[in-house]
């Protein structure tokens, strides 16, 4: 980067830009705490906004942690990789569930809230099946996403089979109950992570992160279930190929 370009770039951005060559360099080795945020202020001569940016971006890349009360851990002294998978079809999503670990940590059948409700056409107070977990890619120790799972109560009868699946949830309902998804919507949003998010997933909370929506549908328009998963920014891409008709 020339002289120009340096200055150009942003104080924080430097500041993470040395600190990542620090922990790449070996200063700071894998589960190491970082210098506290007023000693970078004093080693840099620079504001607390300007270093608590500075880890922020190394916590996006997957570097450190930062643990409320604790203080900065060094998470990896490489960028970790991010988790990129392309679909162009039901099948191709169905083999995403394949590739990677869903790990349930709540099942429990419950009324869904308004604002749920909204989002599943539903009644506010419906009994709908509520699955809540992680999910990992392949061995690695850093959970890409969390999953929540709408089933309709219809579908209920397989909460005590989701604990531990090697296949999707759709792909149990499929065999269970011959529900066969003929349509599936999506959409996408940027979102920020909330506190309880942010620590299942063992990142600051605000951190900014992919959230799909997707809805399962029968070929008769009927709803069989609603999966929203938030992906952190930095640990996923979404891809896609369209082509021309004709």
């Known amino acids: 980067m020339d002289e120009f370009s340096a200055r150009r770039e942003p104080r924080y951005r430097q500041v993470a830009r040395d600190l990542r060559r620090a922990i790449e360099g070996g200063r700071y080795s894998v589960g190491s705490l970082m210098p506290t945020e007023s000693e970078l202020c004093r080693e840099y001569s620079i504001s607390r906004y300007t270093v608590r940016e500075a880890l922020r971006l190394l916590e996006g890349e ?3 942690s930062r643990r409320q009360g604790s203080g900065t851990f060094v998470e990896a002294v490489r960028r970790p990789k991010t988790y ?4 162009n079809s039901i099948e191709e999503l169905m083999q995403y569930a394949k590739d990677t670990k869903y790990r349930p940590e709540r099942v429990e059948l419950r009324p869904v809230t308004e604002e749920e409700a909204r989002m599943l056409g539903a009644e506010p107070g419906e009994a709908w099946l509520f699955v809540t977990g992680p999910r990992f890619e392949a061995d690695d120790k850093r959970p890409i996403c969390i999953t929540d799972v709408f089933i309709d109560r ?3 009868d397989v909460a005590d089979e989701v604990w531990d699946l090697d296949h999707s ?3 149990l309902i499929e065999d269970r109950f011959d529900a066969v998804a003929a349509h599936l919507n999506q959409e996408i949003q940027a979102v920020e992570l909330g506190p309880e998010d942010a620590a299942r997933l063992g990142i600051e909370p605000g951190t900014a992160a992919l959230s799909l929506t997707r809805r399962y549908l029968s070929a008769d328009g ?3 279930l609603t999966s929203i998963s938030r ?3 930095q640990r996923f891409i979404y891809a896609m190929e369209l082509r021309r008709e004709g």
Not at 84 to 87: G, L, T
Request: proline share 5%; aromatic share 22%; hydrophobic share 45%.
């Open 231 to 233: 992906h952190p920014g």
């Open 154 to 156: 219809r579908f209920a």
């Open 169 to 171: 949830i759709y792909d």
């Open 84 to 87: 990129s998978h392309a679909w």
């Open 62 to 64: 997957g570097f450190v």
């Open 222 to 224: 009927e709803l069989i």
